[in-house]
């Protein structure tokens, strides 16, 4: 009779993710979580981790063949039925892992339509998907194609580094050059892109057997560009239900899934409308909850624990059984997050009713608020923000990248 406890493996470089190894757990698994040595002292849901591996190192200085090498010890003693990534940097790991051990879930070459920006392009290029003009920094003749036929500004993206990191904006044909010499043999690990001012979305949700189940649209009020180029305060809010965005955000990110073959799990993908045309062009996506605590946005608009539910799908894939959504409400919700000049900060004068959820990490000072009414969650993270601002706010230098994937 096969055992009805399943053996999962999750793999996180970044602290984040307990939802979901606690879920994973109360479904009846064993849970087994490999992290950086650097986070050994984080307050992760130990009770509900079976055992905890240490890697030395973080992200990108993770040698892959000591971790096959250490998964496959495992695997001697017991069989493993799962492999989960909960950061975007643990995706290539994860699949890597996957394509020697001949386990289910996304390869190498999905991975990488979740992972690398290049890549991302191209495929939603073939499927028709409006994107921004781009190109490799492959050829030099392309190049200087894409600089006489591109109006600027352009911006130079790293292919693999998550969220803003990295990215330099260019406004000439010589300052572009000028950049991509400067990246020497790191060039092929970029691309170039046209800059469209416009509104940032992102749409978060959850797909079951190459199916959209569920998703929500959402605004950046000062996009991750911004915030991490020019400092500022974070804010994200769902969008007005069935409005025009909404409908033609969803649609394009069920094109975008089924393009790039998520078949299962959750997923965040970001959208411009952009000023100059009105039209709605896909950016990028991940294979992978939301950072900054949009989950606990998202679940504070409409009900659903985006971590929790990818624990289901997972367990409900290994054991063969079917995943259903959980009742789904439309309220409203907003984040508002900067960092603090405060190890603690003191947000007890943020008071009104609305307030659901205090960010707590330290020199952050956040808070989510939800309403029935879009205005009023709107509203408040103006209010919020102006406060945190006069009170609270500070900036850190963005740390240039110094080692590419």
Known sequence: MENPIKNFICISNYF??????????????????????????????????????????????WNLEELLAGVAGLMRERKIDGIVALDDFDVEKAAYLRENLRMPGMGQTTGRYFRDKLAMRMRAKDAGISIPAFSPLFNDTEINEFADTVSPPWVLKPRSEASASGI??????DELWEKIHGLGDNRIKYLVEQFKPGAVYHCDG?????????????????TPMEISQGGGIFRSANIPYDSKDDKAIKKQNEQVMKAFGMQHGANHTEFIKCNDDGKIYFLETASRVG?????????????????????????????????KLPTIKKEYAGIVLTL?????????????GEVCFRVPLEYHAGLVVKSDKHARVRQLLDDYAERLIRDFATTAQQEAVKKLH
């Open 16 to 61: 984040k993710g307990n939802d979901f190894l606690i879920n994973l757990k109360k479904q009846g698994n064993k849970v087994y979580l490999i992290t950086s040595e650097k986070l050994r002292d984080k307050p992760w849901a130990f009770e509900y981790i079976d055992e905890i591996y240490f890697m030395p190192g973080q992200d990108v200085d």
């Open 168 to 173: 330099m904006k260019v406004y000439s044909k």
């Open 291 to 323: 950072g900054a605590h949009l989950a606990e946005m998202v679940e504070a608009a409409c009900g659903v624990n985006l971590w929790s539910e990818w624990a289901k799908i997972e367990d409900a894939l290994v054991k063969g059984k079917e995943y």
């Open 340 to 352: 603090s000049k405060f190890e603690h900060p003191d947000l007890s004068g943020f008071n009104d």
């Open 206 to 222: 959850l797909n079951w057997q190459g199916k959209t189940l569920f998703s929500i649209t959402s605004q950046y009020l000062a």
